[in-house]
């Protein structure tokens, strides 16, 4: 059990850890942080998706593990049909809303730095999540979540 110092350099060390990796992301405008609370709609909207997924689903898209990075990256940018210029929540630790302000930065270097990540569309339509899954071992994945 965590005492409530424990839990609030917890809490500061989750903060700093977001801002941080954030502050790495070119490409991208960080419009605002959110804390683990801050945005209920957000979290309501992820915790429907994750409860709904299941490792049988198969993935909206998938494209070999042995791809170059420039075709992971277009395939990424068309399959989720992301846009230049446009706002999505970003999933850092935290939850953020960032501006794609480049989006070809932006993506390849997400991509790059985790093999993965996951955007909700500003109007909570859309989770998007690529990445490495044991689903398939042997592809990249993409999972698009409508509501």
């Known amino acids: 059990m ?3 110092r ?4 917890a ?6 850890s977001a801002k ?3 502050k790495r992301i070119p490409g991208i405008a960080v419009l605002e ?14 915790s429907i998706y994750y409860d709904s997924f299941g490792y049988d689903q198969k993935p909206y898209s998938r494209l070999s593990y042995k791809s170059p990075e420039e075709k992971v990256c277009s395939w990424i940018i068309d399959t989720m049909n992301l846009k230049e210029h446009r706002e ?8 953020s809303k960032i501006e794609m302000v480049d989006l070809v930065c932006a993506v390849s270097f997400l991509w790059r730095e985790d093999h993965g990540f996951l ?3 500003i109007d909570f339509s859309r989770i998007l999540e690529c990445g490495l899954d044991s689903r398939d071992e042997e592809h990249f994945l993409i999972d698009i979540w409508e509501k």
Not at 6 to 9: P, T
Not at 88 to 95: D, I, N, Q, T
């Open 2 to 4: 965590m005492t409530e």
């Open 6 to 9: 424990q839990k609030i350099i």
């Open 11 to 16: 809490h500061k060390i989750a903060i700093q």
């Open 20 to 22: 941080n990796k954030l």
């Open 33 to 46: 942080l959110y804390e683990e609370d801050e945005n209920l709609a957000l979290n309501e909207c992820y």
């Open 88 to 95: 999505y929540y970003y999933f850092c630790g935290l939850w």
């Open 119 to 121: 955007l909700v569309d």
